[in-house]
């Protein structure tokens, strides 16, 4: 297997028309030996005719890929790195949440415009079961979306709506497992040969209990294991079927080839439905071995590279997005940074960045942010983070022993202290969040709660406490002001916008209730948009410190992709401090005070020897006395190259 397969270049040309189908078979030659390689590495004497039947797949998905796709990926095509600009700036919601439906998001296009928004990322909506589906991620019909919120036609027109602002669609697709209900599913309990293989299952318990020795659990009080018996199994005798998170989500089998076809094509219809950014979900559990973690394998990589390979060849323009909350030395290289370069996502969440901002708030030290993010690999210049405060999931302390240790700190007492602190049980500490998933046998927990609940600012209204509120303001301005100049992509988490704090009304809903994640995915106060337009409210302050920072970005070229930011230390263990080095653009510095006292640093690794001027910041330009700024307590600033 080592050339393109005999006739495709008659099939495309027969397909696509002579200039399309010469596009189809450029982008084809150059992606060919690592499709090749992908295909024997995963499959080898199996592989028969598959690299045919996957090209034809992205060749028919190319065919039917509507004309004004293919004008945007022919725009992208001669500009590969536009989600690399500093004018991309996303946020995230759900639909429901956001605005009902998908039929009424266009009309609400002028508030995400208005807060810079450039990337929507549109969390599940793909049709789920019924009952319980870990917030959407059970998907049973991929080419559905939830009839709660809509129609797929209704989503074109959302995408459609958004291309004509020069705005992108992401939205979430699940690769490693559906729903039990999904018709794969059905068919393979019902013996359907079409299915055959498409999920894993044992008749007892003794490869179930090998694998779960080495496996950490994902939900250990809900969902111990990561087996689930199921009567109807193994022709009725019953079998412990693969389920790595919940019992209804059924692990697919990519061993079998016919399951990387089946989402390959699940991947390109949805593509040609607008969708620009696939947020690739559990990508690093997609391949198992025993005596392993079941996480991260090398197979893993290779199946989402040739799965990228595959969709990119029907349609240039889409990027993928992982989903992988992961060790970072482990993280990278879902952006492709191997020994050998292989892309495999354009996209990435900076988990570590936003884990240590949090820690660096509860502790007042950045030195372990500096240490842990200094010691992160580079990713390829072809990739960009997305940097974020507050997502839809719980906060994990992704604080390595390692990392801790070289602070004389002990990584547990650190990761407890940690969720001490934020769920207000640590002295002093006005954090109003709740533990998720404790686990009384290891000590472990993550965090639930919306950022302004986190920073104090719940705690200081209820209290009636203007300082307090300043104080909480500062921390979520610091925050941000990080997440937007430290380069990538940066999210706004619906409802940050306005600092909406904790609903409780999530455990009304007996769907939602046993999930406290929801706490911090709370409907849109639109009522609160309308005092955002006072600039005295807490609305307009925060909406205005968005919009200044959203604005200030776009003014930095520094901030865009392409290359990385360089954590510096410029003298005081208090500040975070980092440089970007574009070399089109010149340099870039930013600094924030993690301290409520001020500091002082280097005022000439900051500002060039005086030679950067400030761009941005909390307390407008920072004073000079004796070769240091004056940092105010939790103040930030950015400096650039003019």
Known sequence: MTGMPPGMADEAAAALGEDEADAFLARAGLVLPDVVAAVERLYGDRAGDLLGRALRTSLRAAAERPAELRRLDRRREIDPAWFQSPRVQGYVCYVDRFCGTLRELPGKLDHLEALGTTYLHLMPLLRPRAGENDGGYAVADYREVDPRLGTMADLEAVAAALHGRGMSLCIDLVLNHTAREHAWARGWLAGDPAYAGFYTAFPDRELPDAYDATIPEVFPDRAPGSFSWVPEALGGAGGWVWTTFWPYQWDLDYTNPEVTLA????????????????????????????????????????????????????????????????????????????????????LAYHNQLMVLLWSSLATGDARLARQALGRMRPIPPTTTWCTYVRGHDDIGWAVTDTDAAALGLDGFAHRRFLNDFYSGRFPGSSARGALFQENEATGDARISGTTASLCGIEDALDRGDEAALETGLRRFGLLYAVAYGFGGIPLLYSGDELAQRNDAGYRADPALAPDNRWMHRPPLDWAATERAVDPRSLEGRVTALLRGLSEARRGQPALAGGTESEVVDAGSDAVLVWRRRHPRSGTFVGLANVSARPQTVDADTVTGFGTYPCVAGSDGPLPVEDGRLLVPGLGWAWYAEP
Not at 321 to 330: F, M, S
Not at 338 to 346: A, V
């Open 263 to 346: 989402v390959l094509g699940e991947i390109t219809w949805l593509a040609n439905r607008g969708v620009d950014v696939f947020r690739m979900d559990a990508v690093p559990f997609m391949w198992k071995r025993i005596g392993t973690s079941g996480q991260n394998l090398p197979e893993a990589h290779v199946l989402l590279q040739l799965l990228h390979a595959l969709t990119r060849l029907a349609a240039p323009g889409v990027v993928f997005k992982a989903e992988a909350i992961v060790a970072p030395d482990d993280l990278v290289q879902y952006l492709g940074a191997h020994e050998r370069y292989r892309p495999e996502c354009e």
